[in-house]
Nanobody, 127 residues
Framework: QVQLVESGGGLVQAGGSLRVSCAAS????????MGWFRQAPGKERDFVAT????????YYADSVKGRFTISRDNAKNTVYLQMNSLKPEDTAVYYC????????????????????WGQGTQVTVSS
C-alpha cells in the first residue's frame, strides 16, 4: 500500500503557472503507474495526465495538452504536474493516483483503474 500526499496548490491569475507535487510515503512509487485527475465542484473527477512506470509513456487530456507536463522522480518518490497558461476552467481539486501491478509502459486514464489516491490539493485560477 502507498500513501500519497499532494501539495503546491493555490490561487493564481489566468495565464500564470503552478506546479503541484505528489509525494509518496510508505512505499516507493517506482512500482506504480501514476496519474493526475481533477474535480471541480458539482462535477465528476476527470482525467488530466498519466505517466507510465518507466516514465517513457505519457498521455494528456485534450483540455490540458500543450499546457501541462507530468513528470516523475522515482529517487525522490514524487510525481509532478507543471501547469502553464492556466485558465479559470482549470480550477479544481487536483488528485494524484497510483496504479499497482502495471507493466513498464502501461498508462491509465480511468478513475477505476487506480488503486490509491491522495487527499487532493485546491487549484484556483482567477480571471
Amino acid at each position: 500500500q502507498v500513501q500519497l500526499v499532494e501539495s503546491g496548490g493555490g490561487l493564481v491569475q489566468a495565464g500564470g503557472s503552478l506546479r503541484v507535487s505528489c509525494a509518496a510515503s510508505t512505499r516507493s512509487i517506482s512500482s506504480y503507474a501514476m496519474g493526475w485527475f481533477r474535480q471541480a465542484p458539482g462535477k465528476e473527477r476527470d482525467f488530466v495526465a498519466t505517466i507510465s512506470l518507466s516514465g517513457r509513456n505519457i498521455y494528456y487530456a485534450d483540455s490540458v495538452k500543450g499546457r501541462f507536463t507530468i513528470s516523475r522522480d522515482n529517487a525522490k518518490n514524487t510525481v509532478y504536474l507543471q501547469m502553464n497558461s492556466l485558465k479559470p476552467e482549470d480550477t479544481a481539486v487536483y488528485y494524484c493516483a497510483a496504479r499497482a501491478g502495471s507493466t513498464i509502459a502501461a498508462i491509465f486514464q480511468r478513475v477505476y483503474e487506480y488503486d490509491y489516491w491522495g487527499q487532493g490539493t485546491q487549484v484556483t485560477v482567477s480571471s
